[in-house]
């Protein structure tokens, strides 16, 4: 059959005008695949930025971490129960102040009366960096002796101001999360179901959650430097039908100076909706760690809570949230 020009434009009409609807409904398609797709996207938002940064855990439970001091690295205790970092005078020459003393009380009642500080020009913790800070001086030798371990200094809670602490001693890490990005870290990180949230109090930079043993109920601080659990001497009585006596220990803190005090272990703890069974105490005077009456601390929870499940602990936001805790 022979074509004409007439036969030949509508031929190309056809094909141009399927070749449109073909390419409108490509677009169509795209596009709904994309709205898909954002939509499909939109619960796994990327999770905000966090340090992670690995720890060694020493034979009295304390955490070691790496951080550089004035271009000196090395490893440092971690403890949030210290208000401020320290520095070991044998590696920073410390300036004698006349003015005014800094008094440090030790974990087993001995006080360490301090007028040495170190003028410090940087701490780089991990890209958690702290400038033209005035640091205790104290002798960490026979820390070194019993840890095994030369440490540069003890980083306090003062450096970590801004960010919550996320513990997992399974993994031998610590992460730092600034706290205006806590909840979308959680959020992208574990479900719901894991978070079990506790409001804490916070007596000057040391957290306190309530914890119930039998009908009572006792504030007790948490704080990672603590090896052993703690507990006033004064509820002796009113524990014994909910624990059982193991003997007497001796408590040692930085002066490594030794206070002989009793052990028990309590059969059953709940904070919040957690369950913490067969929780080893020291019955000790808190006055003489430097706990006042007027504090409303009845004792201290450090590794024996921290390391039975990943917890984050935040300062600023007033909270505690245990991941994976066993659940009432």
Same mark, same amino acid.
């Given at each position: ?34 709205? !898909? ?8 938002? @990327? ?13 009295? @439970? ?18 949030? +129960? ?26 087993? &009642? ?16 991990? +890209?958690?960096?702290?400038? =033209? ?22 980083? =306090?809670?003062?450096?970590? $101001? ?50 119930? /043993? ?12 603590? &090896? ?9 009585? $009113? ?13 040692? =803190? ?9 052990? /028990? ?6 904070? +919040? ?14 006055? !003489? ?6 504090? +409303?601390?009845?004792?201290?929870? &450090? ?6 499940? @990943? ?6 936001? @007033? ?10």
């Amino acid at each position: 059959m022979k074509l004409t020009n007439g036969m030949l434009r509508r031929f190309r009409n056809i094909v141009c005008s399927c070749l449109l609807a073909l390419m409108l409904a490509e677009c169509a398609y795209s596009h709904g695949q994309a709205e !898909q797709g954002r939509a499909e996207a939109l619960p796994e938002a @990327k999770a905000p930025a966090a340090i992670r940064v690995p720890f060694r855990l020493l034979p009295n @439970k304390m955490i070691a971490v790496q951080a550089e001091l004035d271009s000196l690295r090395g490893w440092f205790i971690f403890d949030t +129960g210290a208000p401020r970092t320290m520095v070991n005078r044998k590696y920073f020459h410390a300036v004698r102040r006349r003015d005014g003393y800094s008094r440090i009380t030790d974990v087993s &009642g001995v006080p360490l009366v301090e007028r040495s500080t170190y003028p410090a020009h940087e701490l780089n913790f991990h +890209g958690i960096v702290e400038q =033209g800070a005035e640091y205790v001086s104290i002798d960490m030798t026979q820390m070194a002796r019993e840890d095994g371990l030369e440490t540069l200094g003890m980083i =306090g809670a003062g450096t970590l $101001q801004g960010y919550d602490v996320l513990y997992d001693y399974a993994d031998s890490t610590l992460t730092f999360i600034r706290t205006a990005d806590t909840d979308a870290y959680l959020a992208a990180h574990f479900r719901p179901e894991q978070l079990h949230q506790v409001a804490a109090s916070v007596v000057e930079h040391v957290p306190c959650v309530p914890a119930k /043993i039998g009908d009572d109920v006792y504030q007790l601080a948490i704080d990672c430097g603590a &090896g052993g659990s703690v507990l006033s001497q004064s509820y002796r009585r $009113q524990l014994a039908n909910h624990s059982r006596p193991i003997g007497a220990v001796e408590l040692t =803190g930085i002066s490594r100076i030794p206070v002989r005090v009793t052990q /028990i272990q309590v059969h059953r703890m709940e904070i +919040g909706d957690c369950l913490f069974t067969s929780m080893d105490f020291l019955l000790h005077n808190l006055r !003489q760690m430097g706990i006042e009456d007027d504090d +409303g601390i009845d004792g201290m929870v &450090g590794y024996d809570v921290l390391s039975r499940q @990943k917890t984050l602990i935040s300062v600023e936001s @007033k909270r505690v949230v245990f991941i994976n805790a066993t659940h009432l």
